[in-house]
């Protein structure tokens, strides 16, 4: 089995040309502020067809420091910092309010580019998360009302009967407040841009917030 596996991972490419157009990225015309180009590649991304550019990594640590990583949707970006939302209790939601700091990764394959980008975070006003949730989907609200998240499930009967309860107040209520849902923003310390290179000359420009605002440095691949 590990040598049919490897052999597979042997087997396969990256940024096959057929598929992957590598454009280029001079650091030099770089916008100030990470939040431009973060805006500028985001929209370039979706114009190149990469599928699903607003899903992203979403890393953070527990109480003891051990690290936990998942795949969450992007609900917005703004000079306050990134956003995304879940329940409070979850254990991402636990692990927050344990270690309120956490890293962001988006790839887009279909261009051989990626963005990091960690600092601390904040819940924002309840208000802000209800109507974050409220301008969603029916199935976006009927998840969020379906609820205990991460917990251990009995059985897959007992999540059917719960979604569909969820479901059909979603469509009653589409109001129906959801007390445990919060929208969390990570204000970033640290924004990394990467765009890859045929020939492994990736360029990296890192934007680093200081006192003065934000410093630009270039690093090796």
Do not use: C, N
Request: net charge negative; aromatic share 8%; charged share 30%.
């Amino acid at each position: 089995m590990g040598t049919e596996l490897h052999e597979l991972l042997r087997s396969l490419r990256v940024w096959d040309p057929e598929t992957t157009e590598l454009p280029a990225f001079d650091p030099d015309t770089a916008p100030g502020k990470p939040l431009a180009l973060f805006t500028e590649w985001f929209a370039e991304a979706v114009a190149a067809g990469q599928s699903e550019p607003h899903t992203m990594s979403l890393a953070t640590a527990d109480a003891d420091g051990t690290p936990d990583v998942r795949i969450v949707m992007l609900h917005g970006a703004d000079d306050d910092g990134w956003t995304f939302a879940t329940h409070a209790d979850s254990r991402k939601g636990r692990q927050l309010a344990a270690r309120p700091y956490a890293a962001l990764a988006f790839y887009w394959s279909v261009q051989g580019r990626q963005i990091r980008v960690r600092g601390p975070v904040t819940a924002a006003p309840v208000e802000e998360g209800q109507a974050d949730l409220h301008a969603r989907s029916t199935g976006a609200l009927a998840a969020a009302l379906t609820g205990r998240q991460s917990e251990v499930l009995g059985s897959a009967e007992e999540l059917a009967r719960a979604s569909e309860e969820a479901w059909e107040r979603a469509r009653r209520e589409p109001e129906a407040p959801v007390p445990s849902w919060t929208l969390y923003r990570l204000r970033p310390q640290e924004v990394e841009f990467f765009q890859g290179d045929e020939r492994r000359r990736h360029v990296r420009l890192r934007y680093r917030r200081t006192d003065g605002g934000w410093a630009r440095e270039l690093l090796w691949p």
